[in-house]
């Protein structure tokens, strides 16, 4: 049973990186038939799209964040990581990674429980 | 960016009820549609993709349907387990989006 695990600090300070990991269980992260995805939930609001990564060459972002926002891939360790730049108190939210599978049109089929990751002084 | 509208934005119903959840997208996104259920506290579980497949482990009484751009959730008779928030999500074209959910509660 495939698992994905957030990790990363709870805080960061504006203007800062925030940086985040995600660890895939029980599958490959190699594996051909999804891409990695991180998506974020500010506190009683709905769910953003932050991006996606299939290997280090081959990722895509959501436009409002796209010159701030990087992704990458470590299939030694079968970890997936995000790295926002210049954070702001709107970049507050509950991070979540999760998997998309091609065999299901796009959907996101396998989510992590979520990272917290507060921007403030 | 492609805009999903979801309503209602709340509904109150009952154990035992009907419910349907309607999306709509602001331009076609064929079927590619899914739908999540949040709990509080919780990551979002997928129900429903390809606009109608239930994924494996949803009980039957939810299920999705598809008429042009306009996408409908419906749970036949709903369960006390079902009272959570749904979201639709469109896997089209990036970026990807969702609707902005609608919670269901018990009347």
């Known amino acids: 049973q495939v698992q994905l695990q957030e990790s990363g600090p709870g805080l960061v300070k504006p203007s800062q990186t925030l940086s985040l990991t995600c660890t895939v269980s029980?599958?490959?992260?190699?594996?051909?038939?999804?891409?990695w995805s991180w998506i974020r939930q500010p506190a009683g609001k709905g769910l953003e799209w932050v991006g996606r990564?299939?290997?280090?060459?081959?990722?895509n972002y959501n436009p409002s964040l796209k010159s701030r926002v990087s992704m990458s891939v470590d299939t030694s360790t079968n970890v997936f990581s995000l790295r926002l730049t210049s954070v702001t108190a709107a970049d507050t939210a509950v991070y979540f990674c999760?998997?998309?599978?091609?065999?299901?049109?796009?959907?996101?089929?396998?989510w992590g429980q979520g990272t917290m990751v507060s921007v403030s002084p | 960016d492609i805009q999903m509208t979801q309503s209602p934005s709340s509904v109150s119903a009952s154990v035992g009820d009907r419910v349907t959840i309607t999306c709509r997208a602001s331009?076609?996104?064929?079927?590619?549609l899914a739908w999540y259920q949040q709990k509080p506290g919780k990551a979002p579980k997928l129900l429903i993709y390809?606009?109608?497949i239930l994924q494996s482990g949803v009980p039957s009484r939810f299920s999705g349907s598809r008429s042009g751009t306009d996408f409908t959730l419906t749970i036949s008779s709903l369960q006390p387990e079902d009272f959570a928030t749904y979201y639709c999500?469109?896997?089209?074209?990036?970026?990807?989006?969702f609707g902005q959910g609608t919670r269901l509660e018990i009347k």
């Open positions: 999760a998997r998309e599978s091609v065999a299901r049109d796009g959907a996101l089929d396998i």
């Open positions: 029980g599958g490959s992260i190699s594996s051909g038939s999804y891409f």
């Open positions: 990564i299939f290997s280090s060459q081959n990722a």
């Open positions: 331009q076609g996104i064929s079927s590619w």
């Open positions: 390809a606009a109608s």
């Open positions: 999500q469109q896997a089209h074209t990036f970026p990807i989006t």
